[in-house]
C-alpha cells in the first residue's frame, strides 16, 4: 500500500505539457522546399561573395622585404653586421593616392610564437603590477626569469625577452628635401590589453617599481623608458610592448606598428618618392626567417583577405551546382503520385 501510494507521488501531473500531448510539427522536405532553397542560399552566398571580393581587390596593399639576406638588397650591409642600431633606408614609390586611413606594420616569417614552452613564458602576476613577483619571478619564465648575477629580470619570460625592437622612421621627398611623415602610436594595441589585462605599479615615479630588478637580456633600455617621449606609453602598457605580448596563431605575421597620421595627411599618402629609414636591431638569420614592411588600408571588411570571398563564391556555386543535380533526379525519378 505504502509503496502504490510513492508511485502516485512521484508521478507527473496529468497535464499535456508533463505528459508530452502539445501539438508537434515536424517539417516534410520536398523537393519542391529544398531545390529552390538551395537556389536561394547560393545566391546569397554568390552575391555575399562576390562583395567580399571586389571589396578585397579594392584595397591597397605594398610590402618590402628588408631582411638583407642577400648582398645588394637593402639592409644587407645591418643583416651582416651585429652592431646595434645600424642604420638602412628602404626607397619606396608611389604611382598613385595610397587612400587613407593607412596602416604600417612588421611582419616576420618562420617565427613560431604559438610554440607551447614560449608561449607559457611570462609572469601574468607581475605583468599586471604586482610587486612581490618583481623580485620572485614565476617558474614559468625560466631560463629568463634571473640573469647571471641572480637578479630578477622584469619583465621576464622569452616572449618579453624576444620583442621586436626594429624602429622605423618614413620620409617624403618633397622638390629634393625630405620631410618626416608623422606616425600615429596611439592605440594600436587592444583595448582589453591596455586597461585590464596589463597594469603597471602603482609606484610614482615608476622607475622605483624596478628597483633591484634588471631589465630582459636583448633590451637596450628598461621598460620604464622605453618611450622617453611620452611617460604614460611605459611599462607594461607600452603600446608596441603590448603588440607584442599577443602572440601570433601563425609562424608568417604582422604587427601593427603605427599608422600614418591624419591630421597631415587625411587623404592618405600621397603620389610621390619616400624613404623608410630602418633601425636595424631585430636579427633573424638564426632561424632562417624573413622581415618585411608592409603598408595598408582597411575597408568595411577589414584588411586585404581574399579567401573569405572566394570561400563564399565556392560554397555558393556548389549550392546552385546541387541544385541543378537535384532537379534532374527529381525529373527523372520523381514518383508517380507526385505528378
Request: a neutral charge.
Amino acid at each position: 500500500m505504502v509503496q502504490e501510494e510513492n508511485e502516485f507521488t512521484n508521478r507527473p501531473d496529468n497535464t499535456a505539457f508533463t505528459q508530452q500531448r502539445l501539438p508537434a510539427w515536424q517539417p516534410i522536405l520536398s523537393a519542391g522546399i529544398v531545390i529552390p532553397g538551395f537556389v536561394l542560399i547560393g545566391l546569397a552566398f554568390i552575391g555575399v561573395g562576390v562583395a567580399l571580393f571586389v571589396t578585397s581587390r579594392s584595397i591597397q596593399v605594398l610590402e618590402r622585404d628588408y631582411t638583407g639576406d642577400a648582398s645588394g638588397t637593402p639592409c644587407a650591409s645591418c643583416a651582416n653586421s651585429n652592431a646595434q642600431n645600424c642604420i638602412c633606408t628602404l626607397n619606396i614609390t608611389l604611382d598613385t593616392l595610397f587612400k587613407g586611413p593607412v596602416f604600417f606594420y612588421y611582419g616576420l616569417s618562420n617565427y613560431f610564437q604559438n610554440y607551447r614552452r614560449y608561449g607559457i613564458s611570462k609572469d601574468d602576476n607581475q605583468l599586471y603590477g604586482d610587486l612581490k613577483y618583481f623580485t620572485s619571478p614565476s617558474d614559468n619564465c625560466a631560463p629568463y626569469a634571473y640573469n647571471s648575477n641572480n637578479q630578477p629580470i622584469v619583465p621576464c619570460g622569452s616572449i618579453a625577452n624576444s620583442m621586436f625592437n626594429d624602429t622605423f622612421k618614413l620620409y617624403q621627398t618633397v622638390n629634393g628635401t625630405r620631410q618626416e611623415v608623422s606616425l600615429d602610436g596611439k592605440g594600436i594595441a587592444w583595448w582589453t590589453d591596455y586597461n585590464i589585462k596589463y597594469r603597471n605599479p602603482t609606484n610614482n615615479p615608476l622607475k622605483d617599481a624596478f628597483n633591484g630588478t634588471v631589465k630582459p637580456i636583448y633590451w637596450s633600455k628598461p621598460a620604464y623608458e622605453l618611450d622617453t617621449s611620452d611617460p604614460s606609453n611605459n611599462g607594461f602598457v607600452n603600446q608596441d610592448f603590448l603588440v607584442w605580448m599577443r602572440r601570433a596563431a601563425l609562424p608568417d605575421f604582422r604587427k601593427l606598428y603605427r599608422r600614418i597620421s591624419q591630421d597631415k595627411y587625411p587623404d592618405g599618402l600621397p603620389a610621390g618618392n619616400y624613404s623608410l629609414e630602418i633601425t636595424y636591431n631585430y636579427h633573424v638569420y638564426r632561424f632562417s626567417g624573413k622581415k618585411k614592411v608592409v603598408f595598408s588600408n582597411v575597408s568595411w571588411m577589414g584588411g586585404k583577405n581574399e579567401f573569405l570571398g572566394i570561400a563564399y563564391l565556392v560554397v555558393g556555386s556548389m549550392c546552385v551546382f546541387m541544385s541543378i543535380v537535384m532537379l534532374i533526379v527529381y525529373a527523372k525519378f520523381k514518383f508517380p503520385d507526385e505528378e
